[in-house]
Antibody, heavy 121, light 107 residues
Framework: EVQLVESGGGLVQPGGSLRLSCAAS????????MNWVRQAPGKGLEWVSGINSNSGSRGYADSVMGRFTISRDNAKNSLYLQMNSLRAEDTAFYYC??????????????WGQGTLLTVSS | QLVLTQSPSASASLGASVKLTCTLS???????IAWHQQQPEKGPRYLMK???????TKGDGIPDRFSGSSSGAERYLTISSLQSDDEADYYC?????FGGGTRLTVL
């Protein structure tokens, strides 16, 4: 059974930093690309970042470019999102999501349960 | 630029069928999309991938009541024999883009 478990969310002040983690199990992690998708309270889904299976290609939404960094450790079956210079508009549930292929531009076929980031003073 | 367009809301009666639509922007009519369901207060769940030829591949455990189809730039999700727990938001997704979602109300 595929499982994606996010951790690391919490309350952070504007301008602060935080790192989200996602522990993956139930599939061959290094065969698949991974993504982070967020959802602000009461809003729709927004793709944040994606990384190919071998970390050879990464992509970011314009809204987080230069502030967020996606990475993965295939030996640990883990995905990360380093978030710097956080803003109030980054407040959202952050979901770890697996794609159906090695490239992150494929469709998502599994989701984690999400972790909540709140950016507020 | 890829844009996915969905109607904000839809409704249908318990036991009936409903067909939700996701429209791909001009120049992207060959793209496959995924449908995701998000029940209230829950995370999203993958339902299926729908290709331009109308074929679809469902996720694990998705009931036969859910099916997909295509016509031109439109991708469809059909839910038959509606149940109360089908009341949810439904999102389509392709590449790094999500549609705005359709909130389905089961009457």
């Amino acid at each position: 059974e595929v499982q994606l478990v996010e951790s690391g969310g919490g309350l952070v002040q504007p301008g602060g930093s935080l790192r989200l983690s996602c522990a993956a199990s139930g599939f061959t992690f290094d065969d698949y690309a991974m993504n982070w998708v967020r959802q602000a309270p009461g809003k729709g889904l927004e793709w944040v970042s994606g990384i190919n299976s071998n970390s050879g290609s990464r992509g970011y939404a314009d809204s987080v470019m230069g502030r967020f960094t996606i990475s993965r450790d295939n030996a640990k079956n883990s995905l990360y999102l380093q978030m710097n210079s956080l803003r109030a508009e980054d407040t959202a549930f952050y979901y770890c999501a697996k794609t159906r292929a090695a490239v992150y531009l494929e469709v998502i076929d599994y989701w984690g349960q999400g972790t909540l980031l709140t950016v507020s003073s | 630029q890829l844009v996915l367009t969905q109607s904000p809301s839809a409704s249908a009666s318990l036991g009936a069928s409903v067909k939700l639509t996701c429209t791909l922007s001009s120049g992207h009519s060959s793209f496959a999309i995924a449908w995701h369901q998000q029940q209230p207060e829950k995370g999203p769940r993958y339902l299926m991938k729908v290709k331009s030829d109308g074929s679809y591949t469902k996720g694990d455990g998705i009931p036969d009541r859910f099916s997909g189809s295509s016509s031109g730039a439109e991708r469809y999700l059909t839910i038959s024999s509606l149940q109360s727990d089908d009341e949810a938001d439904y999102y389509c997704q392709a590449w790094r883009v999500f549609g705005g979602g359709t909130r389905l109300t089961v009457l």
